[in-house]
């Protein structure tokens, strides 16, 4: 069950809003075929794992077991139904990670699979299965992007340096607190995700072009809380090169990659900009700042996740970084930064 695990990982930033799946056939304690499933609309794991069998291993599929981190499904979307294709194999066994929480699956996937004459375990390493596919699961139950907080503090609390106190230079010289290398992990966080958003402050601020050059594969969509429409079009968010949503109270509106969602911000705002993001295919976003955002989120409770880079540096002064509450379930030490991973409780 790891090995699917680790197979269906190669799958992230490629398969949303489907989950991220492995699948493994074995043959007396030997992998005879694996797969996983490796871009949206295209074959599920099940599949590449019985293509990938030879011609000369076809026949021990009757006494062979498939592993797969998600139930089969059992119902035709973009592809057939893995169960009946399991199901025609002839193949004895198959251990599931866990059940599906689509309800057009939903244990029927197993029950077809049991009414055929395969034995089937199920909840094998779950814990871990249900982790890797957080975001499919909030999406799926819920309709919203799984959140993810990020940011980069000090070792004496500041998020940033504070821009009116210092010269452009000074600003641009003490803001980099995590150095090159956790910028390029970072981007390549940011190619598994959908979106990446940021507040008026913060874009004016930084001008982030909010893109993964650091790192190859696709860019994210980008997302700016910007209520009243004062941010100039000079910025990079709005070059035109990625798709970007613009949060606003006054207007609805589309141009090419350029997108306006109007939002009551006398209500649940951040919830109802989830839906309607959720709507327009974004399934997981990395809020990146600024401070006052982050702290609105976590108060709220409005977070799934929460990724800090503790650095050693020391700012005179600036911006002090959020609180952050929920548990701690990951943590690793990177050179002069510490990477802390919580999830909200």
Not at 124 to 133: R, Y
Not at 235 to 263: E, H, M, P, R
Request: proline share 4%; hydrophobic share 40%.
């Amino acid at each position: 069950m790891q090995r699917c695990l680790n197979l269906a990982r190669l799958g992230a930033g490629n398969v949303a809003p489907n989950p991220m799946v492995g699948a493994v056939i074995v043959y007396q304690n030997q992998i005879i075929g694996e797969g996983w499933h490796q871009k949206l609309g295209q074959a599920h794991a099940e599949v590449n794992a019985f293509a990938a069998v030879s011609e000369a291993n076809k026949h021990l599929l009757k006494q062979a077991t498939l592993y797969v981190n998600l139930e089969p499904c059992s119902h035709f979307g973009k592809t057939p139904p893995c169960a009946d294709l399991i199901i025609s194999s002839g193949i004895a066994k198959v251990v599931v990670g866990m059940l599906d929480p689509n309800p057009l699956v939903a244990g029927s996937g197993i029950e077809k699979l049991e009414q055929a004459g395969i034995e089937v375990v199920c909840g094998v390493l779950q814990e871990e299965c249900l982790a890797l596919n957080k975001r499919f699961i909030k999406g799926i139950t819920q309709h919203k992007p799984y959140v993810i907080l990020k940011w980069a503090q000090s070792s004496n609390g500041y998020l940033s340096p504070d821009a009116t106190k210092l010269s452009a230079a000074e600003f641009e010289q003490q803001r980099h607190i995590t150095g090159k290398w956790v910028q390029k992990l970072v981007h390549k966080w940011r190619t598994q995700e959908d979106a990446i958003m940021v507040a008026t402050n913060t874009a004016l601020t930084d001008n982030p072009a909010l893109n993964n050059r650091a790192w190859e594969g696709r860019s994210p969509a980008r997302i700016v809380l910007d209520k009243s429409l004062r941010l100039p079009n000079t910025l990079k968010l709005f070059d035109g090169s990625q798709k970007t949503f613009v949060l606003n109270a006054l207007q609805n509106s589309s141009t090419d990659n350029l997108i306006y969602l109007k939002l009551n911000f006398d209500g649940d705002w951040f919830t109802e900009a989830l839906e309607k993001l959720y709507a327009h295919g974004i399934y997981s976003i990395v809020v990146e700042g600024g401070a006052q955002l982050l702290t609105h989120l976590i108060e709220n409770n409005l977070w799934d996740e929460a990724i800090v880079f503790y650095s050693k540096s020391h700012l005179p002064n600036g911006i002090k970084a959020p609180q952050i509450t929920g548990s701690l379930v990951f943590q690793e030490a990177l050179g002069q930064v510490s990477l802390f991973q919580y999830l909200r409780a």
